[in-house]
Nanobody, 116 residues
Framework: QVQLVESGGGLVQAGGSLKLSCAASGSIFSINAMGWYRQAPGKERELVATITTAGSTNYADSVKGRFTISRDSHKNTVYLQMNSLKPDDTAVYYC??????????WGQGTQVTVSS
């Protein structure tokens, strides 16, 4: 069984910063990509950022230049540093992990609320 434990969400004023963390544990095959998605009320879940084992990153256009994704492969942990937060960034943020054989896992989600 695989567990993804997220932390770091909360309430912040516009222009502020938060850092999300997600640690993967359990019977997980070698991890390939790790990433973050988000879902705002009434909207579909969308990709925020991903990072591969090789360190290649991909960001949604809406967060480029403000968010930075990183990972600690030894700890099976992925981070999302979020700066210059905007009210539009308000959403539940979900950690996503994909292993080398194509299995995908989701975290329980952490709420990020940005007040104007």
């Amino acid at each position: 069984q695989v567990q993804l434990v997220e932390s770091g969400g909360g309430l912040v004023q516009a222009g502020g910063s938060l850092k999300l963390s997600c640690a993967a544990s359990g019977s997980i095959f070698s991890i390939n990509a790790m990433g973050w998605y988000r879902q705002a009320p009434g909207k579909e879940r969308e990709l925020v950022a991903t990072i591969t084992t090789a360190g290649s990153t991909n960001y949604a256009d809406s967060v480029k230049g403000r968010f930075t994704i990183s990972r600690d492969s030894h700890k099976n942990t992925v981070y999302l540093q979020m700066n210059s937060l905007k009210p539009d960034d308000t959403a539940v943020y979900y950690c996503h992990v994909e292993d080398m054989v194509g299995h995908a896992y989701w975290g329980q989600g952490t709420q990020v609320t940005v007040s104007s």
